[in-house]
């Protein structure tokens, strides 16, 4: 993302045979899943699923039981810390600053792997601004980040990220706590990313948002994949009902080439866990 020119590096992010076991408990099992640049994955499932658990050990913040996580087909152990915020950036559920730094400055924290670089100071100041400009949040620049709203927290990591200028972007849940224009927003964001050939992955609870935005899409369930493909094949209510324990059916939407998935609430199961 570059206010100066279009479009940005693409990469691979693999990761084969994912396994995270905690305490005796599989929070991961056995999960295989890629995502190349120009592509948007939508990662869904229910709670407990193992979703931000696959995030982090796709951003290699986290230990696993086996398997490996590959950039470019280079294993992440490889990269050394720095090297590794400079090809992929993790948007977290929350973040938590007790300290009070501007939204501005939180946003500029995203530019600290390219520090020293030359010319920085000014391109990453103006990176700074445009990462704002993105997700509407310029207007509380030199407002305390601890006194935003938790939309307004979510939009300034969101601008972090993006400030930070990596080919992969993983973002977990990045439209909780949003209003519904700033849930589309970021989505058509996360969207156009991916078309300038960033690799994005999207942990998702709204389900349609994931019908309209991804491109592919991992369903969960246990920690283990339930399904993975295009998106309209992954979402689909044969899949999704037994995962949920809800029923599904599709309606067309008035807009779009693709189906909204509407919830029948009288067929919920009380027995799924």
Known sequence: ???ESAGTTTAVLRGESLTVRVEQQTLLDDVSVGVAGGELLGVVGPNGAGKTTLLKALGGDLELTSGLVYIDERPLSEFDARELARRRAVMPQSSYLPFLFTAREVVRMGRAPWEGERGEREHGAKLTEYAMSLTDTRD?????YPTLSGGE????TLARVLAQETPILLIDEPTAHLDL?????????ARELASEGAAVVAVLHDLNLAAMYADTALVL???AVIAS??????LHPDVLSPVFGIDFVLQPHPELERPMLVPLPATVSR???
Do not use: F, I, K, T
């Open 1 to 3: 993302m570059n206010p």
């Open 229 to 234: 493909g295009a998106a309209p094949d992954a």
């Open 221 to 223: 369930q246990r920690g």
């Open 181 to 189: 224009r700033h849930q589309h927003l970021v989505l058509q964001l």
């Open 153 to 156: 927290q979510s939009r300034v």
């Open 271 to 273: 027995e799924r866990g």
């Open 140 to 144: 509380y620049a030199v407002r305390a």
